[in-house]
């Protein structure tokens, strides 16, 4: 029997399920392309905003005992329309578009600047735990949200995702904002705040203070919140947090995720991680007698 990795998330096609998260490697089309060559199925650029942000000063990431990271990039990023001069030369990499923004009409006019570009979905950073104004604070505002949804479902006919996180209020309500206003998709998640202290200096080591814990410790939470957002609704999931082996990626779909995005794990071995996963993924359909990755979505809330 033939296996196969192609999987749908709504109207999004992707020959692999494997995606890059926004915010790492993302700033070249030169990488998209190595990324896509070594086995990536899209790749989701940096948040990009409406104009050049510089982000913070350093130290900006920090790498935890026992694995994982705290980061306050701060969202530095060159800009949508820079961005999307960048990418106009490309041909077939399947690059999905993360925008990041306080008001609707910051979204719309982003898009906007993409309309010539290849570009296969837009992914909306309603989630970033350590900017003011934008991400999780605005993700935290569910009539924010409809608004954000609705302004740019009705500026374009690409594919739209929205990327949610924990923030104070609970992530379900903001789903279920996107969900009303006609959003295509979900990431989740986005990294969790978080915190880390010099005990000689006696000080918060990051420049920010605050910033978002990625890697491995937040996988069991992603998976959680994976598993109850396909228990009550009907809407195509991405997954992300703390992937890094082909088994960590099963239990994703399994959770009820048509697709995985990863980001943390993408260290000195990011040229091989991509396939790594895809390997494992399709020796685990082969040997479970599985021809299509839509067969195992969700298989894990079967009472
Ligand atoms: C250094 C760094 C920068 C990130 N930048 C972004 C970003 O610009 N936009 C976004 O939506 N998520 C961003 N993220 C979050 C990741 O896309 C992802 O949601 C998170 O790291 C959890 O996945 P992981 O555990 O596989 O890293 C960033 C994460 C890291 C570590």
Not at 55 to 64: K, L, M, Q
Request: net charge neutral.
């Amino acid at each position: 029997m033939e296996s196969s990795l192609v999987t749908s998330i709504g109207k999004i096609q992707l020959e692999r399920p494997v995606m890059l998260a926004s915010g790492i490697l993302g700033i070249s089309l030169d990488v998209f392309n190595r990324l896509y060559r070594s086995g990536a199925g899209a790749v989701v650029s940096k948040s990009l905003s409406t104009e050049p942000w510089d982000g913070y000063p350093n130290p900006t990431i920090f790498g935890i005992n026992g694995g994982g990271w705290i980061n306050a990039v701060g969202l530095s990023n060159p800009g949508a329309p820079n961005f999307a001069k960048m990418i106009e030369p490309n041909k077939d990499v399947p690059i999905i578009i993360s925008l990041v923004g306080s008001i609707p009409e910051d979204f719309s006019t982003m898009v906007e600047q993409f309309k010539n570009s290849k570009v296969i979905a837009y992914e909306l950073n309603l989630s970033c735990p350590h900017v003011a104004k934008v991400g999780l604070e605005v993700g935290d505002d569910p009539e924010l949200v409809k608004k954000i949804v609705s302004t740019v479902k009705n500026s374009t006919n690409v594919p739209v995702i929205a990327k949610v996180g924990l923030g104070t209020t609970h992530y379900l309500n903001t789903v279920s904002a996107a969900i009303d206003s006609g959003i295509d998709a979900i990431t989740a998640i986005n990294t969790i705040r978080a915190i880390a202290i010099d005990v000689e200096t006696q000080r918060p080591i990051l420049s920010n203070k605050f910033g978002g814990l990625s890697g491995t410790p937040i996988k069991p939470i992603a998976l959680r919140c994976v598993y109850e957002i396909s228990s009550k609704y009907d809407i195509p999931i991405i997954g992300c947090g703390g992937i890094s082996t082909w088994e960590d990626a099963i239990e994703f779909i399994l959770a009820g995720a048509s697709a995985i995005q990863i980001g943390s794990v993408i260290g000195d071995n990011w040229i091989h991680v991509f396939n790594d996963i895809n390997k494992g993924i399709l020796q685990y359909m082969k040997r479970k007698g599985y021809s299509k990755i839509d067969e195992m979505i969700g298989l894990a809330k079967k009472s």
